[in-house]
Structure formats: C-alpha cells, structure tokens
C-alpha cells in the first residue's frame, strides 16, 4: 500500500460555452382572431356546385331515389295477415266472410299501380329538374332526356304485356319493367303450367 503515487492535478483552464442564436420570428398569442383567420384561409371549401354538376352525382341521386321508393313500396304495398282470434283460432269468423280477401286481392293491385306511377313521376320530375337546370352541363341534360325517354317506353311497355296477360283471361295484372327483367302478378288461385307459358 506504500506504492500510492500523489498525482498533482493541474488547474483547468475555464471553458466558454458558445450558445446558438435564437431565431428572430417570434409568434404573437396576443391575436388569436388572427391566428385562425390564418389557420382557416388554407382552407378551401367543397365545391357543392361542380359535384352536382356531375354526372355521376345525378346519377347516384336517381338511382338511390328509386332504390328508396321501391322499398317503400315493397313495404306499404305487402298484403297484412288478418288478426287471429285468440280463442278459436279462426281469421275467418272474424272477418265476415271471403268477401274482404277478395277487396285486400283488388286492392293489392289498386296500390300497386298507384305505387308504380308515384314512383314513375317522382323520377321524372326529378330527370325534368335536371334537364331544365341551367347549371346542368350538356351531358347531364342528355342523359336526363335519355333516361326520360327509356322510363316512357317502359311505361308502354308494361300497359302492353298488361292488356295481352289480360286478354288470355286474367282478371288482374300488373306488370313491372326493372331492367332487364319483367315481372309480372296475376290474380289466381294457382298457376297450372299452360297458363305461365300463356303469360310468357
């Protein structure tokens, strides 16, 4: 332990720390006022009128609206089932007689059509609309006119198929054009396989 050696320590000489300069912007938040005008000027808004003015947007809106009215028209035109009277069972009794199951028949077809013209005249006018818009561009009024044109030879077609189905003895159709499919509801207790190739 003898062997320990004193290390003199020479003095340090001082060190100058050297400091970056601060930057020169400073920020107000005495302003907020003008804090958001700047924030919110960066912002440009939706152009509403260009996107309406798209044909795909005019296209998606009549789509949709005919989407939403042929649900509703599954939904209010659905025959109801009589109530059943808890004690014998039988919807008949309460009912009266068959008599009612016939007008609910009628009726069915009554509120069809009217449902199908609603329908029909809803999304012309909405088409008309857009045809006669003076901010429709030149593509949107032609496809308004074409679409105006297709939904009338629809509607000739379907009194078409409707009177045929009727002269071959049917007392109530209707006939509904979606597409490229035709559907078409008769009044009948059943139908034997003549009778749907009569239709066909």
């Given amino acids: 332990m003898n062997h320990l050696s004193k290390i003199k320590l020479a003095p340090e000489e ?15 938040l005495a302003d907020p006022v003008e804090e958001k005008k700047r924030f919110f000027s960066s912002w ?3 152009p509403w009128r260009e996107a309406l003015k798209s044909k795909n947007m005019l ?3 009549c789509v949709l609206l005919i989407v939403v009215a042929a649900y509703l028209n599954i939904r209010f035109s659905a025959p109801s089932t009589p109530p059943i009277d808890e ?3 039988d919807p008949s009794e309460e009912n009266g007689d068959q008599n009612t199951n016939t007008n609910d028949e009628s009726n069915y077809f009554a509120v069809a059509v009217i449902n199908r013209e609603r329908v029909r005249d809803e999304a012309l006018d909405l088409l008309q609309t857009v045809a006669e818009s003076e901010e429709s561009t030149v593509e949107a009024r032609e496809e308004a006119y074409t679409e105006m044109s297709r939904i009338a030879s629809e509607i000739t077609y379907e009194i078409n198929i409707e009177n045929l189905v009727r002269s071959k003895g049917f007392e109530e159709c209707i006939a509904v054009i979606n597409g ?11 139908l034997s396989m003549s009778e749907v190739a009569q239709i066909k």
């Fill in 59 to 61: 296209i998606g809106a």
């Fill in 44 to 46: 440009k808004p939706f």
């Fill in 180 to 190: 490229n499919e035709i559907n078409v509801v008769v009044k009948s207790d059943g």
């Fill in 87 to 89: 004690a014998n069972n």
């Fill in 14 to 28: 001082p060190v100058t720390v050297a400091m970056a300069p601060l930057p020169l912007e400073t920020h107000s």
